[in-house]
């Protein structure tokens, strides 16, 4: 059974930093395209950034240059370290496959940056 659990969310300042892990069990995680993905209230889930199996990154425009993307194989875990928050980066942020996989959404982590 496939799991990913979400961690490292909080409450931070504007122009804070935060880094999220997603840990990943039950399934060959090292040859998947992960990708970080973030929901805000009143707003459709949108992908924030990609990492695929060979390390290459992708970012949206709202968040180039601020957050990382980065993976370890050797402890299925991909992170994303999110660095100059913005208030508008407020949101419950979520790990999975990409494209994502509809049975493989966690719980998510909240990330709340205040003003």
């Known amino acids: 059974q496939v799991q990913l659990v979400e961690s490292g969310g909080g409450l931070v300042q504007a122009g804070g930093s935060l880094r999220l892990s997603c840990a990943a069990s039950?399934?060959?995680?090292?040859?998947?395209?992960m990708g970080w993905f973030r929901q805000a209230p009143g707003k459709e889930r949108e992908l924030v950034a990609r990492?695929?199996?060979?390390?290459?990154?992708n970012y949206a425009t709202s968040v180039k240059g601020r957050f990382t993307i980065s993976r370890d194989n050797t402890r299925n875990t991909v992170f994303l370290q999110m660095n100059s928050l913005k208030p508008e980066d407020t949101a419950v942020y979520y790990c999975?496959?990409?494209?994502?996989?509809?049975?493989?959404w966690g719980q998510g982590t909240q990330v709340t940056v205040s003003s």
């Open positions: 999975n496959l990409d494209p994502p996989r509809q049975n493989y």
């Open positions: 039950g399934y060959i995680f090292r040859v998947n395209a």
């Open positions: 990492i695929s199996g060979g390390s290459n990154t």
